[in-house]
Structures are given as structure tokens and as C-alpha cells.
């Protein structure tokens, strides 16, 4: 308990960072722990390197992604209030969270989820997956000796299937339609991380 | 092919009853000195005077010299029937995807064992407990061991420790219990057995069989972490097994009045000492394998009989100090597996692998026929209702619920929860087999009155499990997945949204470090690093072990490849002057040749010894022109199928998917290591074009999709990485080409670099060395190109893992 409360005291702003993201001390500690791991020069910010060093990062098709996805556009680093908020979408989501709309979004609810996966394609942020960016994401997920040919059709069968306003790109709300069925909580949620 | 089988089984059946007649012929009829010592044949000598001489008439030509011969003979005839055998089971392939392997055997093994029972009017080739646990059983859990997926087994240790221990102590209990109440209650009539009797026979009927369990999970394909923890759980339940036989067997000598307390702690502390004796025992072993293994470069042609030898020691020992002899095979076979692989040359690993595989093989099917012999003899046959149903019924029952219990438990604590299907499978696959057998074969008859009807009921147990459950395990599991998949058709985005989920938490467990777990597996890892490696591996094979190098390397030699390949097709490496040209030109000549020529080089033979270098070259010659058309109408034909099952087949499986294939009949390279180094190498080099393009100012990723779409289709190409080549040759980029200089420099300047800049968005920052040698249309572009490559992994292993 000693270490907990001095690592915390170390951590600015921490309880308003609780209170945003839900994670306890206990977990608050731990990722401080790890962000200290990952942050060797101890510069207190990361690095795209410094995910970069994960090697099992590279063996993931998406690794490069996710590693940008912690980055907010144009920025170069990212401290640890940034760190703790993404990985809080990763919660797995409170049950019995009350209903109520004047309170903000909490970042682990189904709609966040949706939302940080939506922009892992959308690399332009310009609301919508175009036609290249899904290729690109399947390119990246496909092996390769899947050719151009086999790949742009599947991206086409894609769009034709989740888009409904026929503007030959995905927003989020048809993004988030053609995936009504699927249980986000179930699928990204780490366990750990409650 | 129904004849054929019908031919084999009835030869062999005709063989070995000639043999048996001919050796109860020749037992029958008087010993005519048939088979006087071996020099004493000549006529010169019946002179010499005593009395043995006068039997013989003559010198005799041929003699009938059975007895000389029975004991091998009789041993290697058995093997050979038993090899038979299976081959008769496997002529049909399509009979051995309904029943398991093992059932047919044990039914050969009934139809074997009436024919001889037939024919000699007695059993005498059984299953004896010597033959089994000393020369059947050591083989298969070597195998068992050798083959372990370490990092899988280790990381669900946990849990498989949880069911082996107190799984398997349950069901002793309840099953035990179970009978002596029903005994209690008079459903088996009048039998003389008490309490403890039913708790011995609840244990040694506990244990789920290692074997069996091996045989039927080989047809049924299940996911790595359900296979691993019933796996698991047959080999370590061992421990509890032993532990309590021995001691339930020990307090039915003492008799019921002299148990105590005292001795119940003493059973309790003895299950630790056996437990943990016995894993101490093969670590020792496996110390001494891979210690033996760095010394043994000049004796490599025998290398492999020493990993046998010792691993066979190593159950001995174990069995000789009353500790658990399974275990220690096992964490022989575990913990030696990294260092003699690393040790030993190519050649003896593989035939270590063979020979390990070839040994496991024949003592499965030895065991699972003789399992079906062992069952015509009457002389076992006792029939209690009440005792066979009700055995049956609990096993099976109290596994369930064993089971769900247990795994309820668990999924409190664990990361990724067990789901109910896979509860299911792995209750259902609780196979008793051969080791139940064997220790019910071994109790005392003076001391057990019921002996046979405790071997006819395990028995019957066994082929209840193996054969029912074994049978219908398959369609179990295809029922209850249909089931599942049934209710939702995923489209097309779900498909993919899904692998993208999987990917997505796999790459955040690593960010987040999976805390707390990692902790142990990193000390683990250091302190293998320092110590074990440097006393266990010879030099040369640490050197080789780092991966990333590795990997580097084999992209290196790619580059290489393709880079002399080009030149071949050119005839001279003058080509390299004019890229953009090259790279147009590389698409649409190799067009037509390409997507013949891949297919037979596989990923996993770029390793630099493997690398038909010679084959390529060769391959190049466009020998015959393809029908590129057809493929193209393929194509088009129904794309609706096409995609789903392009999905299907070709998205990377996420790293929780991977299904490792542990096979006792199969030898196969792990595909799933060839796909991350695939998705590695991609990495890696979208980083490298990121830098490179960082560093002359230009946005990464954007400008290399677009060079992706622009170019012409590339082919299909099973190894993709020279077509890669030719889209990415940076080769082509004329912004890029200032960055080939900086490889000319050397490795200092770009080695301090690097650090900063393996995967890097600024831009701007130049270093001047690197500009020194600007010259881009130089011929020794694509020279630098390679060592370019093959600086960074001087770089990435500062990074630690």
C-alpha cells in the first residue's frame, strides 16, 4: 500500500484521471509501471520507438496501427494521461452503469469501443473509411499471396454491404450498424484491465 | 479394398496361429535334442562318449531351433502384427475420420485375441503391467514431453495443475465414494470389498489417459488451449495417481484400523515428495541430455541414441525411487527440447524427431491391440451389473461436473475464460486408457478378492471411452459448433472487424504488458539468458538463436535473391540503372512466369542452408506459358463465394488462434511461425520505407499505397516476398534514392542513428554522413540496399523483447 500511494503522489492530476477512465490505484500503478518500462530515456513521454521496441508489436498486422492510434494527429509523443485513456477503452464495460445522459460518454461503453476501432481505419479522420483505406487495412491482413485483383474485391463486397447511403464509404454510423450484432464488450475488453 | 483388408487381417491372424501351433507342436512333442549347444553337431564328436550323443542319428541339416528363438521372435512377431494392423486400419481413411484409430485397433485386438484364444483354448499374450510400464508407456511420454509446446503449457500451467490435482482427486473421491455408497445400499449384491478397496479403484479409474486422450484428439481438431489443458492434465495427473494407489494400496495392507491421522499426513506429504521428486528427477536429466549434447560434435552419428537412452534413465530413476516416473520423462522431454535442438546438428534433430515419433507411434498401437487381446480371457470375466453400470455412469458424470465446477472457478482468475464448449469437450474427453489398465493389472489378488472384477470393469471402462466417446467426440463437437455458427452468418465486415478485434487486443495486451504475469516470465527469461544457455548451449548455437537476426538475415538473403534473380533474367546486373523502368518491367515480364514458379518454394526453406538458390535460377525460364485468362474467368466466376472464402482462407490468424498441431503421425513444420514471420517482415519493412521516406521529408504511408495501386496487379505468389520487392523498390522511388547512400558509410553512423529512427516520423533531421555519398544512380544501389537491411539488427537487439 506504502508503494502505491507514493507511486501514485508521483502522478499529476491522478484522481481526476480515475475518475475519467474508471481504472482503481491498483491499476493506475501498474500501468505507471509499464509506461516507465516502456519510457527508457525516462523522459516521461513515449515515443513511437518506444512501442516500437516492443518486438512482439511487429509480429501483429495491425501493430503499426494500434502504435498510431496512441498518437493524437500531429503529435509526436504521448504521456501518460494519454497512455491510461486509451487503454481504458479496453476496459471491459461497467454493468451496472446508470443510465445518464447528461454525463459524458464513459470511455469504456460500447460506443467509445466502436468509435477507437473506427478510427484504426479511418487514418484521415475525415469521418468516413474510404474505398483505399479499407484496402489498406486488408492488405495488411491478408496474406500475401492474396492478389490485388482478389483483394479490391472483397473491399468492394464489403462497402457494398455495410454501406447504405451509397457514397461508396463507410461513416461511423454504418460502420456501427454492420456491427449491431457483435458483442464489442466481449470483443475488446481485456479482462485484466477491469 | 474391402478384399484386401478382409486378405491382411486373415493372413495375419492364419500367421500367427501356425506360429502358436507350431510352438505348442514343438513344446508337445519330445525335446529330441533339437538343440544340443551350438558346436555340438558333428558326428565326431558322439563318439567322445556320454549319453547325449546317442540321440542323434546323423548330422542334421536343418534343425527346428524354435526355443532357441521363441522369446525375440515371439516379441518381433508381435510388433510386426501389431504395425499390420494399423495398416489394415488405415487403408480405409475414411473409416478413421468416423472411428478413431485407437478403437479399430482394440477391435483388431478382440478379433486377434479370439483367434489365438480360438485356437489355444488360453490367453497367453496379454498386457502385462512389466511390459507396459517399462517398455510401452516410456516411449509415448517422451514423445509426449519432446514435442510439449513450452510457452503454452507454462502459461496455462495454472489452470493445468488445478484440474490434474484437484480434478483428479475429485473424481477418485466421488467415484470411490460413489461405489462404496451404492455397495452400501446393495446395488452390486454380495462382493467382498470394502471402503478402501473402492477408493483405490476410484483412484487408479480417475485418470485421464494420456494416450487415449492423444489418439481421439487427433481426429477432432479443438483449439490450442483446450487441447493443451486436457493434455496436460493426462500427463501431470500422474503425480495424484501415483501417490494414490500407493498409499490407498498401503492402507489396505495395514488394514482399516491402523489408519490415522498420522498416516493421512503422511499420504498428503507423500504426494508432494512424489510430485515434485519426480520433476526434479527429469530436470536433472534434461540437464544432463543438453550438457551431453554441447560435448558430443565428434560423435554426431550416435547423437540421437543418447537423448533415448537418458530419457528412458530418467524414468527408471524415477520409478526406482517410488516417485512419479511419467513426470519425470515428461519435464525431461520439456525442458531438454530448446537446448538439444540447439545443440544438435540438423541431421540428428530431424532423426531424433523421426525416431521419437516412430517409437511413440508403434507403442500406442502395440498397447491399444494388445488392450483389445487382453480382454478375450475368460479367466478375467466377472460380471456385476451393479458395478460396471454404476462405475460407468459416475466416471462419466462426475467428470462433468468436476469439470464445470472447477473451470467456474478458474475463469474467475484467468485472462481469457473458458467457454462452455470448450467445458464440455474437454469433460467429455476425459478418456480413460492403458495406465488404468496397467496399475488395476498389478494389485495384489490375495490382497484384492475382486481383482478380476476390477480389471473387467476397467476394461470395460476403457473401451467405453475410447471407443464410444472416441466415436462420437467428433460429431459432439461439429454439433455444438454448427449450433453456435448457425444462428448468426456473418458478413463480410463482421469477418473482418472480428480478425481486426483479435488482432487489436493481442497488440494491447503487449502495450499493457499483460502486468503482473510478465513479471515471472521476464526474471525467468534474464536469468535463462545468463545462465542456462551459456552452460547448456554450444557457442555457435546461441549465437544463432537471436531471432530478430535471424529474421534479418533471411531478409537479406531474399533481397539478395531477387536481386540476382533480375539480374539473371537481364543477363547482366547492368539493369540497375534505370529502376523505374525495372520495376514496370519486372511486373509484366514476370506476369506470365511468376505464378508458376513460387509455388515451390516455400517460406520455411529460406533459411540459408535451405535456400535452392540453384532451383530458382533454374525456375526462371518461363517453361510454360500460363493461362493467365483462365485464372482471370476463375476469378470472376462467383465472387460472392470468393471473398468469403478468400477471408477464409488468407487473413492472418491472430496470435490467440494459432492452433498448434500436436500430432502423434505427423511431422510438420509449424505454418503459424512462417505467417508471423511474414506479417514480421512486412513490418519491418512499411517501418524502413517510413524512415527512409521520413528522412527525406516525405509522408510514409500514403506514398507507398498509392505506388501499390498504380503499379500492374502483381502475381499470385504463395512466397511474396520478391513481388514485395518489386513494388517497394524504393529501387523505383526516385525520392528515396538519396537514402542508399547512407548504407555506403558504414554501420557506425547509421547504427547511432537508428536507435531514433527505426520507426520515425521526423523529419528533417539529417545527418550529414549520410549525405556524403550521395550518388543515386549508382550501380551499387542494390548492393547497399542489403546491408542496409542487415544493419538494423544491430540496432532492434538493443531493444529489449
Known amino acids: ?194 | 479394398m474391402a478384399c484386401r483388408t478382409c486378405l491382411w487381417l486373415l493372413g495375419t491372424a492364419f500367421f500367427t496361429c501356425t506360429v502358436r501351433l507350431v510352438v505348442e507342436g514343438t513344446e508337445v512333442g519330445a525335446p529330441q535334442g533339437s538343440h544340443p549347444e551350438p558346436g555340438v553337431v558333428g558326428s565326431n564328436h558322439s563318439q567322445a562318449g556320454g549319453g547325449h550323443g546317442s540321440s542323434i542319428s546323423g548330422i542334421q541339416i536343418v534343425t527346428f531351433k524354435w526355443h532357441h528363438v521363441e522369446a525375440p521372435y515371439l516379441i518381433a512377431l508381435w510388433i510386426l502384427v501389431a504395425g499390420v494392423s494399423k495398416m489394415v486400419v488405415e487403408l480405409n481413411h475414411s473409416l478413421t475420420s468416423v472411428i478413431p484409430e485407437s478403437a479399430l485397433l482394440i477391435l483388431i485386438g478382440w478379433i486377434l485375441g479370439g483367434i489365438i484364444y480360438g485356437a489355444g483354448k488360453m490367453q497367453t499374450f496379454t498386457l502385462t503391467p512389466t511390459v507396459f510400464f517399462f517398455y510401452l508407456l516410456p516411449q509415448v511420454i517422451l514423445d509426449a514431453g519432446y514435442f510439449m509446446p513450452n510457452k503454452l503449457f507454462f502459461s496455462n500451467m495454472g489452470a493445468i495443475l488445478v484440474y490434474a490435482v484437484i480434478g483428479t482427486c475429485w473424481n477418485a473421491a466421488t467415484v470411490g465414494l460413489g461405489l462404496w455408497g451404492c455397495w452400501l445400499g446393495g446395488a452390486m449384491g454380495d462382493i467382498d470389498i470394502g471402503l478402501l478397496q473402492f477408493l483405490l479403484f476410484g483412484s487408479l479409474i480417475a485418470a485421464v489417459d494420456p494416450v487415449a486422450v492423444i489418439a481421439v484428439f487427433e481426429e477432432v481438431h479443438v483449439n490450442e488451449v483446450l487441447f493443451i489443458m486436457v493434455f496436460g492434465e493426462s500427463l501431470l495427473n500422474d503425480g495424484v495417481t501415483v501417490v494414490l494407489f500407493n498409499v490407498f494400496d498401503a492402507f489396505v495392507s495395514l488394514g482399516g484400523a491402523e489408519i490415522d491421522a498420522v498416516e493421512i499426513i503422511k499420504g498428503i506429504i507423500s504426494f508432494f515428495v512424489v510430485a515434485f521428486g519426480g520433476s526434479l528427477v527429469g530436470i536433472i536429466f534434461a540437464l544432463l541430455i543438453s550438457l551431453l549434447t554441447r560435448c558430443t560434435k565428434n560423435i554426431q552419428i550416435i547423437e540421437p541414441g543418447f537423448i533415448f537412452i537418458l530419457g528412458y534413465l530418467s524414468y527408471l530413476t524415477a520409478e526406482m525411487l517410488s516417485l512419479s516416473a511419467i513426470l519425470s520423462i515428461v519435464f525431461c522431454g520439456i525442458c531438454c527440447q530448446k537446448y538439444i535442438n540447439a545443440n544438435m546438428d540438423e541431421c540428428s534433430v530431424t532423426t531424433v524427431r523421426y525416431v521419437m515419433k516412430v517409437f511413440a507411434n508403434g507403442s500406442e498401437t502395440i498397447i491399444f491391440v494388445f488392450l483389445g487381446i487382453s480382454a478375450i480371457d475368460p479367466a478375467i470375466w466377472v460380471w456385476n451389473t451393479g458395478f460396471i453400470l454404476l462405475t460407468l455412469l459416475f466416471i462419466f458424470v462426475f467428470r462433468f461436473i468436476g469439470v464445470f465446477l472447477l473451470t467456474w472457478i478458474l475463469n474467475k482468475y484467468r485472462l481469457v475464460p473458458l467457454e462452455f464448449i470448450d467445458q464440455v469437450v474437454m469433460s467429455y474427453g476425459g478418456l480413460r486408457g492403458a495406465v488404468a489398465y496397467g496399475l488395476v493389472a498389478m494389485l495384489d489378488e490375495n490382497k484384492f478378492k475382486e481383482k478380476n472384477l476390477m480389471v473387467s470393469t476397467t476394461l470395460i471402462v476403457v473401451y467405453f471411452t475410447v471407443m464410444l466417446q472416441g466415436i462420437t467426440m467428433k460429431p459432439l463437437v461439429t454439433w455444438l459448433k454448427v449450433k453456435r455458427a448457425a444462428v448468426t452468418e456473418l458478413t463480410l465486415a463482421e469477418k473482418i472487424q472480428n480478425r481486426t478485434f483479435d488482432h487489436m487486443l493481442v497488440a494491447i495486451e503487449d502495450i499493457s504488458g499483460q502486468i503482473g504475469h510478465n513479471y515471472m516470465r521476464d526474471k525467468w527469461h534474464n536469468f535463462e539468458e545468463r545462465w542456462l544457455c551459456w552452460l547448456l548451449m554450444k557457442p555457435s548455437a546461441r549465437k544463432s538463436r537471436d531471432y530478430i537476426f535471424n529474421i534479418f538475415h533471411q531478409l537479406n538473403l531474399k533481397d539478395a535473391m531477387s536481386y540476382v534473380k533480375e539480374g539473371e533474367r537481364r543477363g547482366s546486373l547492368a539493369f540497375v540503372r534505370n529502376e523505374t523502368k525495372a520495376d514496370v518491367d519486372f511486373n509484366k515480364k514476370f506476369r506470365a512466369s511468376f505464378s508458376e514458379i513460387m509455388p515451390d518454394i516455400m517460406a520455411d526453406n529460406m533459411g540459408p542452408d535451405h535456400v535452392p538458390l540453384s532451383s530458382i535460377l533454374q525456375d526462371i525460364v518461363p517453361s510454360v506459358c500460363l493461362d493467365m485468362h483462365e485464372q482471370d474467368l476463375e476469378m470472376r466466376e462467383s465472387e460472392d463465394f470468393n471473398a468469403h472464402h478468400l477471408l477464409q482462407q488468407h487473413l492472418y490468424r491472430g496470435r490467440k488462434q494459432h492452433r498448434h498441431r500436436y500430432s502423434r503421425s505427423h511431422l510438420e513444420t509449424n505454418k503459424d511461425e512462417n505467417e508471423v514471420q511474414e506479417i514480421f517482415q512486412r513490418t519491418m519493412r512499411s517501418r524502413l520505407e517510413s524512415f527512409k521516406s521520413a528522412k527525406m521529408g516525405v509522408a510514409p504511408a500514403k506514398k507507398i499505397q498509392t505506388k501499390h495501386q498504380k503499379k500492374d496487379k502483381p502475381q499470385k505468389m504463395p512466397n511474396g516476398n520478391s513481388t514485395d520487392k518489386s513494388k517497394n523498390h524504393p529501387y523505383g522511388d526516385k525520392d528515396l534514392e538519396f537514402s542508399e547512400g547512407d548504407c555506403g558509410s558504414g554501420g557506425e553512423a547509421a547504427g547511432d542513428l537508428f536507435p531514433m529512427r527505426a520507426y520515425g516520423v521526423e523529419a528533417g533531421i539529417v545527418n550529414p554522413a549520410f549525405m556524403a555519398e550521395m550518388d543515386p544512380m549508382d550501380n551499387m544501389q542494390q548492393m547497399q540496399q542489403i546491408p542496409h537491411v542487415a544493419l538494423l539488427p544491430q540496432t532492434l537487439n538493443s531493444f529489449d523483447p
Open chain 1, 1 to 194: 500500500m506504502g508503494t502505491t500511494n507514493s507511486t501514485l503522489s508521483k502522478i499529476p492530476n491522478v484522481e481526476e484521471l480515475m475518475q475519467e477512465t474508471g481504472f482503481t490505484p491498483a491499476h493506475i500503478v501498474r500501468l505507471y509501471d509499464r509506461f516507465e518500462a516502456l519510457d527508457k530515456e525516462k523522459t516521461g513521454l513515449l515515443r513511437p520507438q518506444d512501442f516500437g521496441a516492443i518486438n512482439r508489436l511487429a509480429m501483429n498486422p495491425i501493430g503499426d496501427r494500434i502504435i498510431g492510434a496512441f498518437f493524437s494527429p500531429g503529435q509526436e509523443t504521448v504521456d501518460f494521461h494519454s497512455f491510461v485513456r486509451i487503454l481504458a477503452h479496453f476496459r471491459p464495460a461497467d454493468k451496472k452503469r446508470p443510465k445518464d445522459p447528461s454525463m459524458p460518454e464513459p470511455v469504456n461503453s460500447r460506443t467509445s469501443k466502436l468509435k477507437f476501432a473506427f478510427q484504426l481505419y479511418d487514418q484521415d479522420k475525415d469521418g468516413k473509411i474510404s474505398r483505399a483505406e479499407l484496402l489498406q487495412v486488408l492488405r495488411s491482413m491478408l496474406e500475401m499471396q492474396v492478389t490485388e485483383e482478389q483483394l479490391e474485391s472483397i473491399a468492394d463486397r464489403t462497402i457494398q454491404e455495410a454501406d447504405l447511403d451509397k457514397d461508396d464509404a463507410i461513416s461511423f454510423e454504418e460502420f456501427r450498424k454492420s456491427l449491431e450484432k457483435v458483442n464489442i464488450d466481449h470483443k475488446m475488453s481485456i479482462r485484466f484491465l477491469r
